[in-house]
């Protein structure tokens, strides 16, 4: 018995030390895309620098709230992707910081414009809908053409969209609605697509695979999440708002308190190189147009040009406390209200 | 007792037990640095060592000298009395210096400290049992001690933090907060604007009426029973309206609790006659049948009721060709909690049928009652405390479990989700605190109720004496009508499980159903490595948490000192308070300054360790009780000291009891996901919130590939305990894991 404890103890204490030996160097990454290209990442980095890849996979608007919750002793050292809105708001409570990379000047200047040093532009990617034409047809209901469609009393319970609590996408969404119509048209609108809506969900591409699962007929979501989706053998089809639609700068930011700072740069640098960059669409199964211009662009990439894209004023609504007032007002107004 | 306890030492010898926790702690405390940087717990700063900070710093200097103190108050000739009352001044002193200085430091503690304040309670207990203030001995005092002070860090003080976080926003004392989340239309909404009619005054109303209607039906038997009786009513008809007609988080939450409450209570009674009762071979399935579902997490079972019954699921829409998301939403997730959570009731209620004495039942039908009478007045009354223990059980795990809300709610609000939300989603603390103390005061408000519902009656029927009866059949028709239910609930079980596994290989569910291993191994290399690390982490959990809860078991049971119920009833607390709860409290005390924990691997452990420590405790408590006292007096009268005693002649006996504490301990922290969630970290990844994150972010075949490995990674570890221990009596172990 006694020498059975002892081995025990002997298995614990060794498996403790195997616990701490800590790799030499390490990034340690809050990662907002999708999990496969975050996965892609996790291979590739290391074959490229020698330091090792940590990571966890969370929304842009759960990012915001760990770095926020950590502020004081920050456990990342960056954060790679997601939409731009938060990006700006950490970097307005300085929980980022904008560092000038030597790729910066690679980085196509309409992107580099609209976030205005803030962040540093990843990619960027339309905002539209996934659509189940065949659950459509199987109800007799036409494709939406527009915001005003999804509020048609005739999709109840077909429609998604993601919380923007925790979604950079559905904050997206509401500050593109608000854009287009004005906040009180916009929150109107909203109150009326909310009596359609089966479930807000968690992380921004989840209504396209709830679309291609069948669970719900539109789906809310950046269209590059949605080509995945019908890459995959997904029977839906693509589509985004006649009257406009939104965008997303996705981001990547230094978290300032860190204490890794020489290789969050590294990874950094590396994050905006044109090898990098192509993981996205090779294997990371995201199809945005890379930031920088000299990354070829996945054929499959939907291009600003074929949507009606808004002037999204990435200044205003980034902005702590329109973001904050915006997704309160959601919050208490649209998703409480009994449908 | 205690005479026979203290070990009678010659006068004035020196006192080992002091010397060597006197010696230690001033080594621990001079050599072993108090600080480290960050997150980083195994760091060693060598600029740390209270070597190194007594120079600077008059109170590490204190410290060192309270340690050397002992070591000197040990040596010199003095007799036990006034040596342990010298000792309990001195490490009162040390242990108050010590933490004032970590408080005042604010930074990060590291060994050192941990030693130096353990070691101060150790020659604190010492002194307490020397002195005789506490009538035990040296070893017994140190133990109480110390489990007060993780009692007290671990438990307490979390929950302290989320009562405190409630009403005190950025330093200043405001009931603002409370205010906004309870007045919001998410927390609770009677009166839907949407409708014309006013829904508040109807629940009014129909309040008022049920009360005058209860008032006019009893006015015959006495005024006062019909005022008491009329309010009781209307108070519940108006509740009962209110869930009918409201929205929001807290009525869906009651309601969810009260129903799945109600129908997995009244599974599990039904199954535990079954098990006791039933002519049928079917009966003996009922064991198996009913550990899976505690043995894996409850969402697990909420994801394949997408997959059967979603809007393509296998069933509604692959044979019966229907389109409907009727599952999606409270219904489901009321669906997919039952069936987690009837197999606790039937645990519960399984050992109170197996009370019931068949001869109280034939001497009332000697009498000429009907079965019906029988049940009213024989059954119920000796039922009731185990059914109203069943309900409270399993309405607090539903309270506390969002996995099945957040996968199957439809966006509902419920109270656990928008505590997710409000962590996750907004990082709002005092919200989430708000939260957290209405979950509490709603377990606490149904254990009131249970407790008013109870009275004071008494429900002994295990006297000891040899009943005469044999145990009885359940009449025929009655017997194959619950069977047939029983049938039914494991074919759904098996299947909901089943289509878990199938989801693993299949490419699509519900489009493609060809085979394929891309999700298995899309598990490398992060899904393997998550379930290592949480393996890991549960394996070091389980044996402090045994160790712990048996002790406290022992102390409980064995000992007499001031606060003992009040040990017992906060080490209880852990278990008692929703998960959600507890995982709000460590992340609000354990983010910064002296206690931060937060990203670290210590967090999780610790978080399982107070969480599965009852588990231990029951078990404990129970198998001590079954051991004779003598034992341990005749180890005593051979001058044996408490520790010894404990290990060579408890331990031994309790042998059975501690393993399989120790493995429900292990699958416990396996499968908990409502507390852990907000500690995670990236290098510390748990397989449960893995699963639910791959489910949320749309990757379904990964998550059913993870969760049935998880699922049969228990299975095994289960059979393995079977074979290890057959003697085991397992019912005890899993009750003891689930009451």
Not at chain 2, 4 to 22: I, K, M
Request: with cysteine; hydrophobic share 50%.
């Amino acid at each position: 018995m006694r020498r059975m404890l002892l081995l025990v103890l002997a298995v614990i204490v060794a498996s403790l030390g195997v616990v701490t030996a800590a790799p030499a160097g390490k990034v340690t990454v809050l990662c907002s895309p999708n999990l496969a290209w975050c996965d892609a990442v996790k291979a590739e980095f290391p074959k490229a620098t020698g330091l090792a890849f940590e990571y966890v996979r969370l929304s842009s608007g759960e990012a915001l709230a760990r770095l926020r919750a950590e502020r004081q002793n920050p456990s990342f050292d960056v954060w790679f992707g997601g939409t731009g809105d938060p990006h700006i708001v950490a970097s307005e409570e300085g929980l980022t910081e904008f560092v000038q990379l030597k790729a910066w000047n690679d980085l196509r200047p309409e992107l580099r414009e609209a976030v205005g040093r803030k962040y540093i532009p990843l990619y960027a990617g339309i905002l539209g809908w996934a659509v189940n034409e065949k659950l459509l047809k199987e109800k007799g209901l036409p494709v939406p053409q527009t915001w005003t469609d999804l509020a048609d009393p005739r999709y109840k319970g077909l429609v998604a969209y993601p919380n923007p609590n925790t979604s950079g996408t559905g904050y997206t969404m509401i500050a593109t609605i608000v854009q287009i119509y004005g906040e009180a048209q916009a929150f109107d609108l909203l109150k009326r697509i909310h009596r359609n809506v089966a479930q807000y969900t968690r992380s921004g591409a989840a209504p396209g695979e709830l679309t291609g699962r069948g669970e719900v007929a539109i789906g809310v979501t950046f269209i590059h999440d949605a080509v995945d989706q019908v890459l995959k053998g997904f029977p839906i089809t693509y589509n985004a708002a006649r009257n406009g639609t939104g965008y997303e700068i996705g981001g990547l930011s230094l978290v300032k308190a860190t204490p890794n700072r020489q290789n969050a740069l590294a990874f950094m640098e590396w994050a905006l190189t044109p090898a990098a960059q192509s993981l996205a669409g090779s294997q990371g199964q995201s199809y945005q147009i890379p930031s920088n211009s000299k990354t070829p662009v996945p054929s499959v990439a939907p291009r600003f040009q074929d949507f009606k894209v808004i002037k999204y004023d990435f200044a205003k609504y980034g902005s702590v406390d329109i973001r904050d007032g915006l997704v309160r007002r959601w919050t208490r107004e649209v998703e409480t209200l009994p449908k | 007792m205690a005479s026979v306890l203290t070990v009678p030492a010659v006068r004035g010898a020196p006192n080992v037990t002091l010397l060597w926790w006197g010696g230690g702690t001033f080594a621990g405390s001079l050599l072993l640095p108090w600080h480290r940087p960050g997150r980083d717990i195994f760091a060693f700063v060598p600029g740390t060592t209270g070597l190194a900070l007594a120079p600077s710093s008059p109170v590490m200097v204190a410290v060192l000298v309270a340690g050397l103190a002992t070591v000197l108050l040990a040596l010199l000739p003095r007799p036990d009395a006034s040596r342990g009352r010298l000792a309990i001044v001195v490490a009162g002193i040390g242990s108050i210096l010590a933490t004032g200085y970590l408080v005042a430091a604010g930074r990060p503690l590291s060994a050192g400290p941990v030693v130096a304040i353990l070691g101060f309670m150790s020659i604190l207990g010492t002194g307490l049992a020397l002195s005789g203030v506490l009538r035990v001995d040296a070893f017994l005092g140190g133990c109480i001690l110390w489990v007060s002070v993780f009692v007290l860090a671990f438990i307490l003080y979390p929950l302290w933090t989320v009562l405190q976080a409630s009403v005190f926003v950025k330093g200043r004392l405001t009931l603002a907060v409370v205010v906004d989340t309870l007045t919001s239309p998410g927390f609770l909404l009677i009166n839907n604007p949407g409708t014309p009619r006013n829904e508040t005054a109807i629940v009014l109303w129909f309040g008022g009426f049920v009360a005058v209607l209860a008032f006019a039906m009893l006015l015959r038997r006495g005024i006062r029973r019909a005022v008491v009786v009329g309010l009781e009513a209307g108070v519940v008809g108006g509740i009962l309206a209110a869930l009918y007609l409201g929205y929001g988080a807290l009525r869906n939450s009651v309601l969810l609790a009260v129903v799945v409450g109600t129908c997995a209570t009244a599974i599990g009674f039904a199954f535990a006659l079954l098990a006791e009762r039933s002519q049928l071979r079917t009966r003996r399935l009922l064991g198996p049948f009913s550990i899976l579902p505690i043995i894996t997490p409850p969402f697990v079972l909420g994801l394949a009721m997408i997959y059967m019954f979603g809007r393509r699921g296998f069933v509604t829409y692959g044979l019966f060709g229907l389109s409907t998301g009727i599952f999606f939403g409270p219904i489901g997730v009321a669906v997919a909690q039952i069936l987690a959570f009837a197999p606790i009731a039937y645990l519960v209620l399984e050992g109170i049928v197996q009370a019931l004495d068949a001869a109280l039942e034939e001497a009332a039908e000697t009498l000429g009652a009907s079965p019906w009478y029988v049940l009213r007045t024989v059954i119920w009354p000796l039922a009731r405390p185990g059914l109203a223990n069943a309900f409270l059980l399993v309405a607090i795990e539903s309270l506390a479990d969002f996995g099945n809300p957040i996968i199957l709610g439809g966006g509902k609000g419920f109270l656990a989700t928008e505590v997710f939300y409000a962590i996750i989603g907004r990082f709002n603390p005092n919200e989430a605190a708000v939260y957290g103390v209405v979950l509490l005061v709603m377990t606490l408000s149904i254990f009131l109720i249970q407790r008013y519902w109870l009275g004071r009656r008494s429900y002994v029927t295990v006297t000891g004496k040899p009943s005469g009866a044999r145990s009885r059949a359940l009449p025929k028709p009655l017997d194959y009508v619950v069977t047939g239910v029983f049938v039914f609930w494991a074919l759904l079980t098996l299947s909901l499980y089943g289509s878990v596994f199938m989801g693993s290989v299949v490419k699509l569910w519900g489009f493609d159903y060809s085979f394929t291993l891309a999700h298995l191994r899309s598990l490398s290399p992060q899904g393997w490595n998550v379930f290592w690390t949480t393996t890991k982490l549960s394996a070091y959990a389980a044996v402090p948490s045994t160790l712990l809860g048996f002790l406290i078991g022992y102390l409980v049971t064995r000992t007499q000192f001031p606060g003992r119920s009040a040990l017992e009833f906060s080490s209880m607390l852990s278990f008692a308070v929703p998960g959600t709860v507890m995982g709000i409290g460590y992340i609000l005390a354990f983010n910064q300054g002296t206690l931060l924990l937060t990203g670290t691997s210590v967090i999780l452990i610790l978080a399982f360790v107070f969480r599965n420590m009852p588990v231990g405790i029951r078990s404990g408590v129970a198998a001590i009780h079954q051991i004779d006292r003598s034992l341990e007096e005749a180890s005593t009268m051979l001058r044996a000291n408490s520790a010894l005693t404990l290990r060579r002649i408890v331990m031994p006996l309790v042998r059975p009891a501690l393993l399989s504490g120790l493995v429900f301990s292990f699958v416990r922290a396996m499968t908990a996901v409502s507390q852990v969630i907000f500690l995670i970290s990236p290098q510390h990844n748990l397989a449960t919130t893995q699963i639910l994150s791959y489910v949320e972010y749309g990757s379904h075949g990964r998550g059913a590939a993870l969760a049935s490995l998880l699922t049969v990674f228990m299975i095994l570890v289960i059979m393995a305990l079977y074979a290890v221990n057959r003697r085991l009596d397992m019912r005890a172990a899993r009750e003891a894991s689930i009451s």
